[in-house]
């Protein structure tokens, strides 16, 4: 198993960045593949992105593809996201997921609220 915790979160000006972190404890942390996901108040949560467990490549899907960047540091079990141009619309409680081999998101932390204003 492994448990997630993120940081990270807070407020923003439209056009900032913010740089979320994931800190994952348990072994084996590079046999799971991570993903950020996100949840607006009334939205259904959100695919942000993923960095995958074998060779770090990354999907993200249209919305923040350009804008946002997830990496990986094994040695230190944390994972990444770096938002860029963020805009009011990325506004939303950030989630940090893990997948052991890539197959179900099936580990949560309990989210980083992240606040854009315009």
């Known amino acids: 198993q492994v448990q997630l915790v993120e940081s990270g979160g807070g407020l923003v000006q439209a056009g900032g960045s913010l740089r979320l972190s994931c800190a994952a404890s348990g072994r084996r942390f590079t046999t799971y593949s991570m993903g950020w996901f996100r949840q607006a108040p009334g939205k259904e949560r959100e695919y942000v992105g993923r960095?995958?467990?074998?060779?770090?490549?990354?999907d993200y899907p249209d919305a923040v593809k350009g804008r946002f960047t997830i990496s990986r540091d094994n040695a230190k079990n944390m994972v990444y996201l770096q938002m860029n141009s963020l805009k009011p619309d990325d506004t939303a409680v950030y989630y940090c997921?893990?997948?052991?081999?890539?197959?179900?998101?099936?580990?949560w932390g309990q989210g980083t609220q992240v606040t854009v204003s315009s």
């Open positions: 960095i995958a467990w074998s060779d770090s490549s990354t």
């Open positions: 997921a893990a997948a052991y081999f890539g197959t179900r998101w099936d580990y």
